[in-house]
């Protein structure tokens, strides 16, 4: 039992320098109570090697010692998670209402017959648009193609500035195109071209029709990714047309020839 | 006229569709008593319906839990499979009949186990079905061929179950022997297949593939064959053989405490130290396989990884790491005791050794739970210069953690082959040899890992992760692969120079198997709160938003308390389960048909006595202090 003792007194002096030393050091309250914690767990590991052999429980009382130890354990678990830095559910509530607000309040009316007019509208308006940008690829793409992307297209150019650009720049944000793109120096490029000189290459309609369908554009060295699906093919259920076009002109503004972004090869 | 995909597709949806009908009655009559449920249909009963609620405790909570509880359920019935048939194996390679009748035991477990689990995903699926329609409707759409695949595995898993355990008796020798460990080789394959499938649902929610070309069967192979599926896969199976094993190895302890004889105290004694065995056996890849699956997750998804590792959950990983940190004390210290009080005499020869390793574990785990960068006040930050401190940021990466994980995989490894050589004595010509060489390798090893690990802040992130820490995990799996068949040799022709005597472990080893057994639960909670939280508000990332009331992330300690309850329920559950599986047994011994103890040759896995380990000895061994 001395030993015991002698060793919870060693582990207490060992914490409070711990808790001494990280003050000093300047670390935050939580870290300073983890040191501690982190050498009295030490020395109970220590401690528990040298304690005397308790008299076996039997029966209820033994139940009853396997509950208060699950107790403990709860209570330590619990307390401890409690007690680390929290992140705060509100945070993400916020950030949650604000992407959903406008879906719910469509859904939240219970207007069936008013979603389904919208949903027929939206579909005219998508193929509209399918169609527009169907019409100015065939004129746009070749060419571009044939310039090897150095003509910029002069009627996206101007669209980098402006709300449609913060839109496109807070899509680029929404959908996670990082995850799979670089741009700026920042995100992934594994799985998708880097998409610096973009501008260069495709006109906005172009970068539009490879958002809503990933299958008419291949990009030069992806040949993998692009057989494989790895672009998703989502993003005309998950997006507005109004959001993809803005998406399109604020990727159709970047235009840094220094950065070697693979060539577009058209497939529809 | 429908093509072949759509009618399996409207069949589906047809089955969706009665499956909600089932639902809807189940739910009225559980539900009957309740006056204050109320659908949120019938607010807009022409609306389809996204989401249900219930009062009180909420959707989210109560499907929580019995996920859970059946997921844990299901990594005991899945486990325990692995655990019995390797048992089974044992005893048939060593011909020492208790492993055989611990493999049958634990075998018998699985009929009623099997039955719990089964009723628990039935209450799932009829509550996400209920609470989450829209959802369902669309993983149906997607994975229905492999919903059939499914309910056909579980045809022939129950019908080779039924073969395993009704013909033990019957197949008990010879060709039988072969043909029984055989039909215990299929189960497990079986069990694999029905762990991987639906595997491929949840592992599709956080990193969906979603093809629109192709028939329905393509569909839903490009879903289920996703990112996160194989690395899911092979963690959840390493896993489940942890679980298999600390929770024999809990058994053992319980039964252990309350014992009244020492013919008892001797049996669980040895069960005990043969699931802690399992458990560590489990316990050494299961780091490797976890950092495989985040390596994959931020393949995936750099952000998906972000969150997790640096993001709002990072400091789940601080709790993990205290878990597992615990899990390996509470493990080693097992060891320990074993070797003070199973083997007389050695209270003292292993002290320094036990000591070293202790420390070391230790400064391991302070090092393993240093978080990235440190959740800090603006004017926190500021004294420290950044979120990263400047002593302690550079054990926050990785390549510190990875460092610290490999060489307590390593102690623990040793702890056991201290375990494993004491009270032998070698009598080989060349043991001084092998000894300097296992030294040598175990030395070199160390210093390779650590070396290794420094050597990983100077170079890009890729080299480190994929020819680093790689090379980490081979040489601590080139020791484990060298020192065991080189001490398996030296023991051989090893004088046993005191003999291992079981049932003299103090209470506290009991303790000491439920603690690890409990870490392991919580382990498996804490990380299913993970996996589903860093979806962050998808139900489907990047694919399907959850737009309910509760598509937040509970916090922490929130979370934490869920998970306690969920331990508590799983335990009590199983507790049930063995109460049953052992209720014929009792009946048995109080008839007076107890059947004794074998007093059976050397555990194959361990140092034991056939002279010494039947109860006679014992009877002798009471009187020696303990």
Redesign the interface.
């Known amino acids: 039992m001395g030993n015991v003792i002698k060793k919870m007194v060693v582990g207490i002096v060992l914490g409070g320098i711990l808790f001494g030393a990280t003050n000093a050091?300047?670390?935050?309250f939580?870290?300073q109570a983890?040191f501690f914690g982190?050498a009295m767990?030490?020395a109970i590991?220590?401690m528990?090697?040298d304690?005397p052999?308790?008299?076996?429980?039997?029966?209820v009382k033994?139940v009853g010692?396997?509950l208060v130890?699950?107790a403990i354990?709860?209570v330590v678990?619990?307390a401890?998670?409690?007690?680390?830095?929290?992140?705060?559910?509100e945070d993400?509530?916020g950030?949650?209402e604000k992407?959903?607000k406008p879906?719910?309040e469509h859904?939240e009316a219970?207007k069936?017959e008013v979603?389904l007019q919208r949903a027929k509208a939206l579909d005219e308006k998508a193929k509209e648009l399918t169609a527009r940008l169907q019409a100015l690829g065939a004129a746009q793409a070749p060419a571009d193609q044939k310039a090897g992307g150095e003509a910029a297209p002069t009627a996206t150019t101007a669209a980098s500035g402006g709300d449609i650009a913060k839109l496109g720049e807070e899509q680029w944000q929404l959908?996670?195109c990082?995850?799979c793109h670089k741009l700026n120096g920042e995100?992934?490029k594994?799985r998708g071209p880097e998409l610096d000189n973009i501008g260069n290459l495709l006109p906005a309609a172009e970068i539009a029709r490879k958002i809503l369908d990933p299958k008419s554009y291949k990009a030069e060295g992806f040949e993998q990714e692009y057989e494989k699906?790895k672009m998703?093919?989502?993003y005309k259920d998950?997006m507005e047309p109004k959001d993809v076009e803005a998406l399109a002109v604020w990727l159709a503004g970047y235009k840094n020839a220094s950065v070697n972004t693979p060539k577009p090869i058209k497939m529809k | 006229m429908m093509n072949q995909g759509q009618i399996v597709t409207n069949h589906g949806r047809q089955l969706a569709g009665r499956a909600a009908l089932l639902a809807g009655c189940a739910a009225l009559v559980a539900w009957a008593g309740m006056p204050d449920v109320a659908f949120a249909q019938e607010a807009a009963p022409q609306a389809p319906t996204a989401y249900r609620d219930i009062p009180y405790i909420g959707s989210r909570n109560l499907v929580w839990i019995i996920a859970q509880l059946h997921l844990l359920l299901a990594g005991f019935v899945l486990g325990v499979p692995i655990f019995a048939w390797l048992c089974e194996i044992v005893g048939w390679k060593s011909g020492d009949k208790r492993y055989d009748k611990l493999a049958k035991e634990f075998t018998k477990l699985l009929t009623s186990s099997y039955a719990t689990t089964a009723l628990f995903g039935g209450i799932l699926l009829f509550l996400l079905i209920g609470f989450y329609p829209k959802l369902m409707a669309y993983l149906t759409d997607i994975f229905f061929p492999s919903f059939l695949v499914y309910c056909g595995l579980f045809l022939v898993e129950t019908a080779t179950l039924y073969l395993y355990w009704y013909g033990w008796d019957a197949m008990a020798e010879g060709s039988g022997k072969k043909f029984h460990i055989f039909l215990g080789f299929l189960l497990n394959v079986f069990a694999f297949f029905i762990m991987i499938v639906p595997n491929s649902w949840a592992t599709f929610q956080s990193s969906p593939v979603v093809i629109s070309e192709g028939s329905d069967f393509a569909r839903a192979w490009a879903a289920t064959w996703n990112p996160t599926w194989w690395p899911v896969n092979i963690h959840r199976l390493i896993a489940n053989v942890v679980l298999g094993g600390y929770i024999c190895g809990a058994y053992a302890g319980i039964r252990y405490l309350s014992a009244k004889s020492q013919e008892e105290r001797y049996h669980y004694d040895w069960m005990g130290y043969v699931g802690n065995f399992i458990g560590v056996f489990g316990l050494l890849p299961l780091p490797f396989a976890g950092y495989w699956l985040m390596r994959e997750i931020y393949q995936y998804n750099q952000q998906m990884g972000i969150t997790l590792m640096g993001g709002f959950l990072s400091w789940l990983f601080i709790l993990q790491a205290m878990l597992i940190g615990v899990l390996f004390l509470g493990s080693n210290y097992y060891f320990w005791l074993g070797i003070t009080h199973r083997i007389p005499g050695s209270e003292t020869q292993y002290r320094k050794p036990i000591m070293a390793m202790l420390i070391i574990l230790l400064l391991c785990l302070g090092v393993w739970m240093t978080p990235h960068s440190l959740v800090a006040s603006l004017e926190e930050a500021q004294k420290m210069g950044g979120t990263h401190h400047p002593l302690l940021g550079v054990f926050g990466v990785m390549s510190a953690k990875m460092t610290v994980s490999n060489l307590m995989v390593l102690v623990t490894f040793m702890s056991f082959i201290m375990y494993w050589r004491a009270g032998k004595q070698d009598t080989a010509g060349w043991a001084k040899a092998a000894k300097a060489l296992m030294g040598g390798v175990l030395g070199l090893a160390a210093i390779a890992v650590i070396v290794l690990g420094v050597w990983g802040y100077f170079v890009p992130a890729i080299i480190r992760i994929n020819y680093f820490s790689t090379s980490q995990v081979g040489i601590v799996i080139f020791v484990m692969l060298t020192i065991t068949p080189l001490t398996a040799l030296l023991l051989k022709s090893a004088k046993t120079t005191t003999e291992m005597v079981w049932g003299r472990m103090p209470p506290r080893a009991g303790y000491a198997l439920v603690l690890n057994a409990v870490m392991v639960i919580l382990l498996m909670t804490l990380m299913g709160y993970a996996r589903s939280s860093s979806r962050v508000h998808w139900h489907i990332y990047g694919v399907m938003r959850d737009s309910s009331q509760y598509a937040f992330s509970p916090a922490l300690g929130y979370a934490a308390a869920l998970m306690a309850l969920n331990t508590f329920l799983f335990c009590m559950l199983v507790a049930f389960i063995f109460w049953v599986a052992t209720m014929g047994d009792k009946a048995k011994a109080a008839a007076g048909t107890k059947g004794s103890v074998e007093p059976g040759a050397i555990p194959a896995m361990a140092g034991g006595s056939p002279a010494l380990d039947g109860p006679e000895a014992d009877a002798s061994e009471e009187k020696r202090p303990v």
């Not at chain 1, 401890?80 to 559910?89: E, H, I, L, N």
């Open positions: 050091l300047g670390f935050p939580v870290f983890l982190y767990l030490g590991v220590f528990i090697l304690f052999t308790l008299k076996p429980f039997g029966g033994a010692a396997l130890f699950y354990l709860s678990y619990i401890g998670a409690s007690m680390w830095p929290q992140y705060d559910p993400e509530k950030k949650i992407i959903l879906k719910r859904y219970g069936v979603l959908q996670e990082y995850n995100g992934g594994k699906g998703p093919d989502k998950l």
